[in-house]
């Protein structure tokens, strides 16, 4: 009965020196006991990797320009296919950076304190009167208020359309949607995302995402026009206590037929909410309403 | 097929349909060319009801019908089968460790120990096992907590809490039902002074464990992506899954064995 079956490529983390996992790998470890296997685990920690959170915050290689490093409070780098998660304070400051020009970070908000208000995409297009993410338009939810805005857009190809991939769509395009596998649907990733907040599958809404554009053709075309290139960042302010889910996925429209897609750095930092002697409060009639609704909510919470 | 990964360069995987994707995403680790591999066979006799292989690192789940018995064969040797158990029509009654320890009086699993549920009800039975102990107390690996176990560089790694979550969501099942979990070929010691840990195993390609369903059980399944541990032998490996109707045997007579094996459990 023994045979020796084909095996599927390996790219374990980049944690073997050669290219394969060794035929002996068991030949690298001393486990054969409980005191040595603790001493082969412990003997890794403090490596570091292309993609992983940084803790403390503060001790982020990658720290945003300008950030004082005692306000951060999340630093991340997701890997591609990966995916993250994060209560955050009301008035943080998010900022997602694309170094590769490859990431793509689907984004779902949720208030962290009743998680039935969430993200809603329609209103977050109409109410703006605006297809297209920028900087001041506003991530609303489906109770009037503003989740987060955009405070700073280098990049200016976001979408609000496609949402994210789901296990079917990735299944016809790539043949594969595992969650563990080479093309894994932002839909199975914000499910798991989601489960270690207690949420499932019907409290998933459309999403939005940055980084991989798409404009809407005049007789109604989904154009992918994907990202502005390496080095660009979107910057979000948390206007009410935010549960962010994010995955990093190749964006559903990609053409490409590989799945590719880059490293996602995320960072977070202490901040105030957006002010009522800020211009961008009262910008709109629509966003001044919008903020008034958003405060009120917060300070009858005490917020 | 390249395996070296620099920057957003795309490397070749196998598809679950068949084909192949050229890919950006870190995806686990798998067996080594020429790992050998024994996909066994039933270890008790019937009619064949289900015959699943689950790939490496990737969840699996199904429903065992009482009296019907799982085989799983530790295909490639020392491969950590994490496993679930739940009441299939309700599921909030499941596995629970110490129900099925404090029963039996021992830490480890063998033939003959019965699958306690968090009620204190047998939801399954070994009846037959080739290695010297199973495993109870190790439970699964995840994201979160290999990043205290190995540091927060393997945080992007796959673990079995993933694949937990992942397949529960597919049976309406959460995070809230996820507890302490089997581990089937896994090797976790409780030494003299205490020491507890993941050990080499003690399995080999092959080897495998029989449990009969006591009644209707959702069977959940993580075939272990940990690379950091030997709980894998840092070589992950198929699973062979195998249910059979034991009072249902092939050409209509049951044979002595499997009626002494499995006696009274119609
Ligand atoms: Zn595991």
Known sequence: MTTAERPAASAPHGRYPTE???????????????????????????????????????????????????????AETVAPGGYTHKALARGTRLR?????????????????????????????????????????????????????????????????????STDAWNERKYGDARPEGPAP??????????????????????????????RVGADGTLGWRGSAGPGTHVELVAEMPLLVLVANVAHPLDPRPDYVVGPLRVHAWRGAPTGPDEPRFTATPELHRAYLNTVDYCEARGL | MATTRTGNTPVTFPTASGGTVASTVPVGAVHAPGSPLDRGASLVEGAVVLDDTVAPNAPWSAVVRRGHVLTIVDVGGNQSADCLLYDADDPEERYSVPDTLAWQGNAYVRTGTVLRSNEGRALMTVVANEIDRQDTIGGACGKESNTLRYG??????????????????????????????????????????????????????????????????????????????????????????LVVDPAAVAGGTRSAAAAGTLGGTA
């Open chain 2, 152 to 241: 927060h560089h393997v945080m992007f790694q796959h673990g079995c809490r993933e694949n937990f979550l992942a397949e529960a969501g597919r049976r309406g099942l959460g995070v809230r039902d996820l507890v302490s979990n089997l581990n089937w070929f896994m090797n976790v010691p409780v030494e003299a002074d205490g020491a507890l840990g993941i050990v080499d195993g003690m399995s080999a390609p092959g080897r495998r464990v029989a449990v009969r369903a006591d009644r209707d059980v959702l069977v959940l399944v993580s075939n272990c992506p940990q690379m950091n541990n030997p709980c894998n032998d840092f070589n992950p490996t198929p699973l062979r899954m």
């Open chain 1, 96 to 164: 997602f950076d694309d170094p590769t020009g490859d990431a793509c970070a689907h984004l779902l908000l949720f208030n962290a304190l009743e998680p039935v208000e969430r993200l809603n995409v329609a209103d977050t297009l109409k109410i703006p009167w605006q297809a297209y993410l920028g900087e001041n338009h506003p991530l609303l939810s489906g109770d009037g208020r503003v989740l987060a805005v955009v405070s700073d857009d280098s990049s200016g190809r976001h979408d609000a359309f496609c949402g994210t």
């Open chain 1, 185 to 214: 649907s932002g839909r199975g990733l914000f499910l798991k995302a989601a489960a270690k907040h207690g949420l499932g599958r019907r409290d998933l809404p459309p999403g939005v995402s940055f980084f991989q554009g798409v």
């Open chain 1, 20 to 74: 394969r996992v060794p035929a002996h790998a068991r030949d690298l470890h001393l486990t054969d006991s409980v005191r040595s296997a603790r001493d082969d685990a412990r003997a890794q920690g403090g490596q570091s990797g292309e993609w992983m959170p940084y803790l403390p915050a503060s001790g982020s290689p990658y720290r945003p320009p300008g950030v004082d490093p005692a306000a951060l409070v999340w």
